[in-house]
Nanobody, 115 residues
C-alpha cells in the first residue's frame, strides 16, 4: 500500500507560478513511477507530468516548457513546479503512484488560475 498526500494548490493570477508537493508513505520501494494528473469540471482526467524511478520525465505538449516534475528521494516527495499558468490550467490536480499491483491516488488539490 502507498499513501499519497498533496499540498500546494491555491488561487494564482495568469502568468503566475505554483509548486505542488506529493508526499508518499508506505511501500514506496514498490513505486515504478509517479505522476501528476488533473481534472477540470466536465472533462476527463489527463496526464500532466510523469517521472520514472530512474528519473526520466515526460510531459504533454500542453504543459511542456512550463511545468517541471521533480523528486526528492530522501524525503519521498514529488514536486510539480508550474510556471506561466493559464486559466485553462484550472483543475483539481492529483498525484499518482504506480506499482506492479496497483495505482494509488492522492486526494487532489485545487488549482485556480484567474484574475
Amino acid at each position: 500500500q502507498v499513501q499519497l498526500v498533496e499540498s500546494g494548490g491555491g488561487l494564482v493570477q495568469p502568468g503566475g507560478s505554483l509548486k505542488l508537493s506529493c508526499a508518499a508513505s508506505g511501500s514506496v520501494f514498490s513505486i515504478l513511477h509517479e505522476g501528476w494528473y488533473r481534472q477540470a469540471p466536465g472533462k476527463q482526467r489527463e496526464l500532466v507530468a510523469i517521472i520514472t524511478s530512474g528519473g526520466t520525465t515526460n510531459y504533454p505538449d500542453s504543459v511542456k516548457g512550463r511545468f517541471t516534475i521533480s523528486r526528492d528521494n530522501a524525503k519521498n516527495v514529488v514536486y510539480l513546479q508550474m510556471n506561466s499558468l493559464r486559466p485553462e490550467d484550472t483543475a483539481v490536480y492529483y498525484c499518482n503512484a504506480r506499482t506492479v499491483m496497483a495505482d494509488y491516488w492522492g486526494q487532489g488539490t485545487q488549482v485556480t488560475v484567474s484574475s
